[in-house]
């Protein structure tokens, strides 16, 4: 690793109104280096990349590449000075070849592409960093790990020598995060410098030679990754201690609560997306539900909650089918659900915060009365449980969308859990949430667990799948590949499990108890 910066960012300032983004950030990273870039959600790290990246200008401060400054005005600019970045959500265009996409938004392409030449240089980049891929294959043959590839290939084709990768093994499993750490080293090697955006301390120190943290806007310390631990690291981002392992208390399932067996569903392709699937939630204990995206995942929560229909099986909740029931008789069956999309799906964003803590409530006393609904009681309550649940907002009465995403997700917790449910579907919870507020969200789960609900936990974060989960089921192509329970189980044998290789493990058993019809609503 050369001691020379191939990029320097010195006392950048951006400002938007009402908010100092970033405050005269200096950032460096150097030729053959991995630089990890760490901050809570709103520290300013999307903000500098922004900046590097041309899609902001900042209001001070110099850009310098291997010691020549560079002001850029847009996107093409930065490309045109060596510096790429590879989105956390890809940008590929499906019914494409790989070469077709890595060209595409290419400058100067001439009006006769010479395929051959186009594939012949992909697959040289490809071999050069130990990133295998089929040049001629359509994007939607290639997995999730494989069409990362090709993104860094897209980057690596222009020229790339400063490459920044948002939440790279977001979408990975174990062990396709293994082959892009082997990736990330072959780059390192041959010079690059990689800038690496992760809520993942374990990989941001397994694989960076430096950190740098932001915190409101400004660089708070650079470091050696080499003697930092995670605690140091948390409490770096967040300005307190944090603390890593959940105060899990034994165990002890009651009931089952949710039955689901031999559930199948379309997705909205018209796709299977769930072949009989077959999994029992009991009370008092979280259920994790592991897999790559795009594995039922989504469906199954929808099925559950009545916003989708099957196109087979039962749904048992307190012996009652819900199944194709709608959303209201889920509802009133005691289901609480927390979605992965928060602003579209959880939340009003143009509500207020005691509007959306009430949208279960405001059909029935005391807030609801008739046609009538007491506002007064309505703000009351949102205040109480502004302060249960720690949430961060001027009042009740902001718009929900003027919140930080967790305190977004503490609202939609806030009103899920106030209903005192019976069961709670929590899919990714924390995701996209800085490592303050997953603490928080994580604890809170725990702590109905402990009240004897059940839990069923969707989540592609290992992590929190093994930290709070009591029993891990792997879902594969909408089917459940095995359940193992959470103090046994092996990383590596459910990451196996999530890339369609079974091990020996626990099958999901069939749901064999009675159930009645719903009531209409």
Same mark, same amino acid.
């Given at each position: 690793?050369?001691?020379?910066?191939?990029?320097?960012?010195?006392?950048?300032?951006?400002?938007?109104?009402?908010?100092?983004?970033?405050? &005269?950030?200096?950032?460096?990273?150097?030729?053959?280096?991995?630089?990890?870039?760490?901050?809570?959600?709103?520290?300013?790290?999307?903000?500098?990349?922004?900046?590097? +990246?041309?899609?902001?200008?900042?209001?001070?401060?110099? *850009?310098?590449?291997?010691? &020549?400054?560079? =002001?850029?005005?847009?996107?093409?600019?930065?490309?045109?000075?060596?510096?790429?970045? %590879?989105?956390?959500?890809?940008?590929?265009?499906?019914?494409?070849?790989?070469?077709?996409?890595?060209?595409?938004?290419?400058?100067?392409?001439?009006?006769?592409?010479?395929? /051959?030449?186009?594939?012949?240089?992909?697959?040289?980049?490809?071999?050069?960093?130990?990133?295998?891929?089929?040049? =001629?294959?359509?994007?939607?043959?290639?997995?999730?790990?494989?069409?990362?590839?090709?993104? *860094?290939?897209?980057?690596?084709? /222009?020229?790339?020598?400063?490459? *920044?990768?948002?939440?790279?093994?977001?979408?990975? +499993?174990?062990?396709?995060?293994?082959?892009?750490?082997?990736?990330?080293?072959?780059?390192?090697?041959? $010079?690059?410098?990689?800038?690496?955006?992760?809520?993942?301390?374990?990989?941001?120190?397994?694989?960076?030679?430096?950190?740098?943290?932001?915190?409101?806007?400004?660089?708070?310390?650079?470091?050696?990754?080499?003697?930092?631990?995670?605690?140091?690291?948390?409490?770096?981002?967040?300005?307190?201690?944090?603390?890593?392992?959940?105060?899990?208390?034994?165990?002890?399932?009651?009931?089952?609560?949710?039955?689901?067996?031999?559930?199948?569903?379309?997705?909205?392709?018209?796709?299977?997306?769930?072949? &009989?699937?077959?999994?029992?939630?009991?009370?008092?204990?979280?259920?994790?539900?592991?897999?790559?995206?795009?594995?039922?995942?989504?469906?199954?929560?929808? %099925?559950?909650?009545?916003?989708?229909?099957?196109?087979?099986?039962?749904?048992?909740?307190?012996?009652?089918?819900?199944?194709?029931?709608?959303?209201?008789?889920?509802?009133?069956?005691? %289901?609480?659900?927390?979605?992965?999309?928060?602003?579209?799906?959880?939340?009003?964003?143009?509500?207020?915060?005691?509007?959306?803590?009430?949208?279960?409530?405001?059909?029935?006393?005391?807030?609801?009365?008739?046609?009538?609904?007491?506002?007064?009681?309505?703000?009351?309550?949102?205040?109480?449980?502004?302060?249960?649940?720690?949430?961060?907002?001027?009042?009740?009465?902001?718009?929900?969308?003027?919140?930080? $995403?967790?305190?977004?997700?503490?609202?939609?917790?806030?009103?899920?859990?106030?209903?005192?449910?019976?069961? *709670?579907?929590?899919?990714?919870?924390? !995701?996209?949430?800085?490592?303050?507020?997953?603490?928080?969200?994580?604890?809170?789960?725990?702590?109905? !667990?402990?009240?004897?609900?059940?839990?069923?936990?969707?989540?592609?974060?290992?992590?929190?799948?093994?930290?709070?989960?009591?029993?891990?089921?792997?879902?594969?192509?909408?089917?459940?590949?095995?359940?193992?329970?959470?103090?046994?189980?092996?990383?590596?044998?459910?990451?196996?499990?999530?890339?369609?290789?079974?091990?020996?493990?626990?099958?999901?058993?069939?749901?064999?108890?009675?159930?009645?019809?719903?009531?209409?609503?």
């Amino acid at each position: 690793m050369s001691d020379s910066y191939a990029l320097e960012m010195r006392q950048i300032t951006k400002r938007f109104p009402g908010t100092l983004a970033n405050d &005269r950030v200096d950032f460096t990273a150097r030729e053959g280096e991995i630089h990890a870039l760490l901050g809570e959600n709103g520290a300013g790290k999307s903000t500098l990349m922004n900046v590097l +990246t041309g899609l902001y200008h900042p209001d001070e401060g110099e *850009i310098y590449i291997n010691g &020549r400054r560079f =002001r850029f005005n847009s996107p093409g600019d930065a490309i045109a000075a060596g510096v790429g970045m %590879v989105h956390q959500h890809f940008m590929l265009v499906p019914n494409q070849t790989v070469a077709e996409n890595v060209i595409l938004g290419l400058r100067d392409v001439p009006f006769r592409l010479n395929g /051959r030449r186009i594939e012949e240089n992909v697959q040289a980049i490809s071999e050069q960093y130990g990133l295998p891929i089929d040049p =001629r294959a359509k994007i939607w043959q290639l997995s999730v790990g494989e069409q990362q590839r090709v993104e *860094i290939i897209k980057v690596l084709y /222009r020229g790339a020598q400063i490459l *920044i990768l948002d939440e790279p093994t977001a979408v990975l +499993t174990p062990q396709e995060t293994q082959g892009f750490f082997a990736t990330l080293d072959e780059m390192r090697r041959q $010079g690059k410098t990689i800038i690496f955006i992760s809520h993942k301390l374990d990989e941001v120190l397994s694989i960076a030679d430096r950190i740098t943290v932001l915190r409101h806007g400004a660089n708070v310390a650079t470091v050696d990754a080499a003697g930092m631990t995670k605690p140091e690291l948390a409490s770096l981002m967040v300005g307190r201690p944090v603390l890593f392992h959940i105060d899990k208390p034994e165990c002890k399932p009651g009931e089952p609560r949710l039955l689901l067996d031999g559930i199948s569903a379309l997705d909205n392709k018209g796709l299977t997306a769930l072949n &009989r699937l077959s999994l029992t939630v009991r009370s008092g204990e979280i259920v994790g539900v592991a897999g790559v995206a795009g594995n039922g995942q989504r469906e199954l929560a929808e %099925v559950i909650c009545g916003l989708r229909a099957t196109t087979g099986g039962v749904i048992d909740i307190g012996q009652n089918n819900v199944a194709d029931a709608p959303p209201i008789v889920v509802i009133n069956a005691g %289901v609480a659900y927390v979605p992965e999309d928060r602003g579209a799906v959880g939340t009003a964003p143009n509500l207020s915060v005691a509007e959306n803590m009430a949208l279960k409530a405001y059909r029935k006393p005391p807030i609801g009365s008739g046609l009538f609904m007491d506002r007064r009681l309505m703000r009351e309550q949102a205040a109480e449980l502004i302060k249960r649940f720690d949430i961060s907002t001027p009042g009740p009465l902001t718009p929900v969308r003027k919140l930080s $995403g967790g305190n977004l997700q503490k609202v939609i917790l806030a009103r899920e859990i106030s209903s005192n449910p019976r069961v *709670i579907i929590a899919a990714y919870p924390t !995701r996209g949430l800085d490592i303050g507020a997953t603490e928080n969200v994580r604890n809170i789960l725990v702590d109905e !667990r402990s009240n004897g609900t059940a839990i069923l936990l969707i989540s592609e974060d290992l992590d929190e799948i093994f930290a709070l989960s009591d029993r891990i089921a792997v879902l594969y192509e909408g089917e459940v590949a095995g359940v193992v329970p959470g103090e046994q189980a092996d990383r590596d044998a459910v990451g196996l499990m999530m890339a369609g290789e079974t091990p020996e493990a626990e099958t999901a058993p069939a749901v064999t108890t009675p159930h009645t019809e719903a009531a209409p609503s």
